[in-house]
């Protein structure tokens, strides 16, 4: 008895999150349909012209946007940026530097910086374990 291999599919949200780009600025038929991992690995390895564009230019979702920021998804909430931004609103954003932009990047500097004392304080408690 041979069992039939099937593809993994995913849901476009899925696709789209793992792609880094905004659902809804994807053409119909990539949020219509299925993709599957073959089809994702395509998309990866050889970008369409839309997605290059995308990637490019925007609109990015939150992660994207937070990130190009230097801030947490939190914090683009704090300072009322709720929806997709384009790379033009991104940079323009970081020229005009609003007074939530600094507090937020400062906020995640800390965080950082804390996150690295927790990591070498629990290298160092190991070390002495050992």
Avoid: C
Avoid at 37 to 52: G, I, Y
């Amino acid at each position: 008895m041979t069992s039939q291999q099937t593809a993994q599919t995913m849901k476009p949200a899925t696709a789209a999150k793992k792609l880094g780009v905004y659902l809804q600025a994807t053409p119909a038929e990539f949020q219509e349909g299925v993709v599957s991992r073959t089809e994702l690995n395509a998309l990866q390895a050889d970008p369409p012209e839309w997605l290059v564009e995308l990637r490019h230019k925007g609109p990015h979702p939150r992660p994207v946007v937070a990130s190009k920021l230097g801030v947490s998804i939190a914090g683009l909430a704090r300072g009322g940026v709720t929806e997709a931004l384009t790379t033009e609103e991104i940079e323009a954003l970081k020229q005009d530097q609003p007074q939530w932009l600094v507090e937020e990047r400062a906020v995640q500097a800390e965080v950082r910086k804390e996150a690295v004392r927790i990591k070498e304080k629990n290298a160092e408690r190991a070390a002495r374990t050992r």
